[in-house]
């Protein structure tokens, strides 16, 4: 056995030793946690690691990843900086000048940040705005949501039938049936050498920032099987659990499923709906800027109900994407009658997923409570589209200020998680802890404590993982760590009214880093999964 002894630090440990400086690994597991001298004394054959005052914390899960797309969207064309369609344009230019890819997989566009004028700045690209650009090469351009894509002819032509799809539009972005189409298109002219460093590069990205385990959200109108199979196949230090998006109707479908896919568990991103960007999330009322449109429904009540009791039937774990509250309401009634039906304790010792659950109401989240679920949410989302201004107000008015409400969901007893959704939002745990403590809406935040239990506790709970150890630095877990460069740690308490800040450790109460906005972030030195380190900063 070897034994690593780290000193002189800080240690985000258990409530009864919330002054750690120190912590001891035997073979990949934590075995003591305490000060420098005990720990000295202790392990006296131990090799010494000095921390040099940095603090050491469970290393994160971001529990919502599509792992090929992350990899293009750091590697490739990234468009989530351009500042309105002419710029959009020119940099895809200057990506087509400089490749020759086969086909142009952009990502990020998002026309709702982009300040309106008279010249339509602030309106999507066209197909022939990029057939300008691009010729006859195939193109295809995500909104920064996924759930829609401008695509020059190029593509378009490799797609027989396609102006008979709902969804489409010869001119605009294709969004539900024309947008899944159009989206296998692309995918199938991305190269398995070109997929496989996408992937790899995704994963390092995650484990550069403190990560190491992600949930991947794939499907047939997502990754396709190939890309999905085809992340089994990695040799990577991060962990990754493998959610596939494709509906069931019986039990014996479940297991026929999970052979065929090589899936650990059939949900994750199945979708109820689509998004509200691309103006396809299932709203009971009309879009507040599209009157005439109250999103695109997926999946019927029957079908939600049938999967879910098929899943339960067969003990794997389900989850759908729900973001409006058409699609909310419609997986909180099938899980209603199948608690009566079923009981909750089966359905709950499935640990069901809720991906996104951006509109739930109180009422339906008692349901999702005495049911079990987990809810998989993305903080980020709210920093990057709750302001008055901003996405959630153009699309949904007055509605849009209730969105995500986690004190909500956390006082109704449902389980969090949270996640960067990533390409739509970057990998940044801290990020994301801070989001969820800052609300826009304040009475929808939640502690930074809480925030980020969510973020590691949490992640280990939504891959059916609660065994009260993993996730936390305390003996027996898993050596799953990262080690931070950090300017303060704080104690704070859930809301601003009753807010205290402490570095007493009479209170009992481990402190983690200042996540107030304006705060300095923690930056990652070094990320170390099960022992082993799989990123350390140069």
Known sequence: MTTQLLLGGMVYSSPAVPDATAMAVTDGMIVWVGTDDVGRALHPDAEVVDLQGRFVSPAFVDAHVHLTDTGLALGGLNLSAASGRSDCLRRLAAYLAAHDDDIVWGFGWDASAWPADSGGQDLPPTTADIDAVAGGRPVYLARIDEHSAAAST???????GLDADHGYSPEQPLVADAHHRVRAAARSLISPTARRKAQIRALDRAASRGVVSVHENGGPDISGIDDFRSIADLDHGVAVRRYWGEAVTAADDVHAMLERTGADAIGGDL???GALGSHTAWLTEPYSDWTST???????EQAVLDHLRATTEARVQAGFHMIGDGAAATVANAMELLADELGTPALARCVHRLEHAEMVTPEQAEIFARCGVVASMQPLFDAAW??????YAT??????RRLNDFAMLARAGVSLTF?????VCDIDPWATVRAAAHH???SSSISPRAAFAATTRGGWRAAGLNDGLTGTLVPGAPAHYAVWDVDELVVAAATENVQRWSTDPRSRVPALPDVAPGARLPECVETVA???????RA
């Open 294 to 300: 109250s999103g695109v429904s997926y999946l019927s």
């Open 419 to 423: 996640s960067s959704d990533s390409p």
């Open 386 to 391: 709750g302001g008055p201004d901003d996405l």
């Open 271 to 273: 979708f109820v709906d």
């Open 395 to 400: 699309r949904l008015g007055e509605r849009g």
């Open 154 to 160: 190029g593509l378009r032509r490799l797609v027989p």
């Open 530 to 536: 099960g022992g082993r380190t799989i990123f350390r």
């Open 440 to 442: 826009r809406t304040a």
